[in-house]
């Protein structure tokens, strides 16, 4: 019984050990950091390898992309009022419809541009990189709900 109980020690230990090394040496100080921070532009730069030239082009494509993106929001916070609003005086069915279609709208425009908006950053990465942006990015804004202005999640 005191072998099985030392053994026993002594993998739990030699495990541990392991763990704690692995997860070191495989751990990306500047990915961390960036999560931590909640800075989605150095989580960018770091997660798709960008250099400076890089960088910068897509900082500017996000700048620029900024203020089509608060037009977006605008125009559904207005349509989803003007819709809350009519249900809450009790307009007609047909009145109601063409405002939840009007919301409709406005929200597949807003998607439709930051697809847009994403393969443009995604051209600017290396090829590799931007296919793997897409592939990560591109399923959030299907089923994006609209509420504010889009950001990366790092924790998810």
């Known amino acids: 019984m005191k072998n099985f109980l030392l053994t026993l020690l002594a993998v739990l230990t030699a495990g541990a050990l392991a763990g704690s090394a692995f997860f070191r040496w495989h751990r990306d100080d500047a990915l961390h950091a ?3 921070q909640r800075d989605a532009m150095k989580w960018l730069r770091t997660e798709f390898h960008l250099n400076d030239a890089q960088f910068a ?3 500017q494509l ?3 992309y900024s203020v089509e993106c608060a037009g977006h929001c605008a125009a559904i916070g207005s349509a ?3 819709l809350a609003a009519a249900e809450k005086s009790g307009q007609p069915a047909a009145t109601l419809a063409v405002l939840h279609r009007n919301v409709a709208e406005r929200e597949l425009a807003c998607r439709m541009a930051i697809g847009v908006h994403l393969r443009k950053v995604a051209a600017s990465m290396p090829p590799g990189e931007g296919e793997r942006y897409l592939q990560l ?3 959030r804004v299907e089923n994006y709900g609209h509420q ?3 950001t990366v999640r790092l924790d998810g």
Do not use: N, T, W, Y
């Open 34 to 36: 960036a999560a931590q």
């Open 62 to 64: 996000h700048e620029d």
């Open 148 to 150: 504010g202005a889009p």
């Open 80 to 82: 989803r009022a003007e």
């Open 57 to 59: 082009a897509i900082a």
């Open 137 to 139: 990015l591109l399923p």
